[in-house]
């Protein structure tokens, strides 16, 4: 009889889990929510902190870097600051807006600066003289005589002419050289007279349709001052008056320099 020898078998062991381990925490550079505004605001703190710690592939951190990059340079080309003699808080004239150029203190300015200045204040003046005869060709005026139909405080109807102030206008649609219902806007009231309206220059501004007395229709041109020539003519009055300022101030330093090289004469006695 064979003897069978029989090995209890052990249990397998039971495998071990290991134990939880917390995801060690990204540093504050590898946070794409505070990296964006970094790059926004602090365009190099913000690229530094986007290639050392974003998870990102490396081309989108390419296209990052140009995407922001490019705007940064945007915001710095759109603000430009040119520094003179060391005051970090003067603006040349190329940084002004050309429709409010002004300078403050214009005594204390150099002789350079100012003279710079005086330039510029002629180029705009210029600028704007040219842009006032452009409207008045839009406009052109008219000298308006006839007898008053209708008036209240700021319109008056008149039976007259318009004939243009500029002989080449005589074509113009404004120009009514037979008698017909006018009306002007804003009018003189100096020169009304006896139920007339007197040699008073308008702009042309429109042509309208109206009712004569019998309830037909007639056409009607209206004449006034064009707002676009009165904006014109007062921007164009301001750059006058800065110009003359600074010119003014150039020529009392320039008599005054020649005052202090002028030679004094001894008093009388004095040898």
């Known amino acids: 009889m064979d003897e069978t020898t029989t090995t209890a078998e052990k249990p397998a062991p039971t495998p071990v889990k290991a134990a939880a381990t917390a995801p060690p925490a990204r540093p504050w550079y590898g946070r794409m929510w505070l990296v964006v ?7 190099p703190v913000g690229l530094a902190a986007l290639w ?3 998870r990102r592939s490396t081309g989108a951190k390419v296209g990052l870097t140009l995407c922001f990059g490019v705007f940064f340079l945007v ?9 003179r003699g060391g005051d970090s808080t003067q603006t040349s004239p190329a940084e002004a807006d050309a429709s409010a150029r002004s300078i403050d203190n214009i005594s204390d300015r150099t ?12 180029r705009d003046r210029d600028d ?10 839009r406009h052109p005026r008219f000298q308006v005589d006839g007898e008053v139909r209708d008036r209240d405080e700021t319109r008056l109807v008149v039976f007259g002419l318009a004939v243009p102030m500029n002989p080449s206008d005589q074509n113009h649609l404004g120009s009514v050289m037979r008698k017909a ?43 006034g001052a064009a707002p676009e020539v009165q904006k014109a003519r007062g921007r164009l009055a301001k750059a006058d008056e800065k110009l003359t300022k600074a010119e003014a101030e150039q020529t009392r330093r320039a008599q005054a320099k020649v005052a202090q090289a002028a030679p004094t004469s001894a008093p009388a006695g004095v040898r």
């Not at 704007?128 to 060709?137: G, S, T, Y």
Request: with cysteine; aromatic share 14%; glycine share 10%.
């Open 37 to 43: 505004p970094l790059l926004v605001f602090l365009y």
């Open 181 to 223: 219902s006018i009306v002007v806007e804003n009018y003189d009231q100096r020169r009304l007279m006896g139920g007339q309206y007197y040699a008073c220059q308008h702009n042309y501004l429109r042509k309208e349709t109206g009712k004569n007395g019998f309830g037909g229709s007639v056409p009607v041109w209206v004449y």
């Open 128 to 137: 704007l003289a040219a842009k006032l005869l452009a409207e008045e060709a």
């Open 52 to 54: 050392a710690g974003s």
């Open 75 to 83: 915001m710095l080309a759109g603000n430009p600051k040119r520094h």
């Open 111 to 122: 002789d350079a600066e100012l003279a710079d200045w005086i330039a510029v204040y002629r």
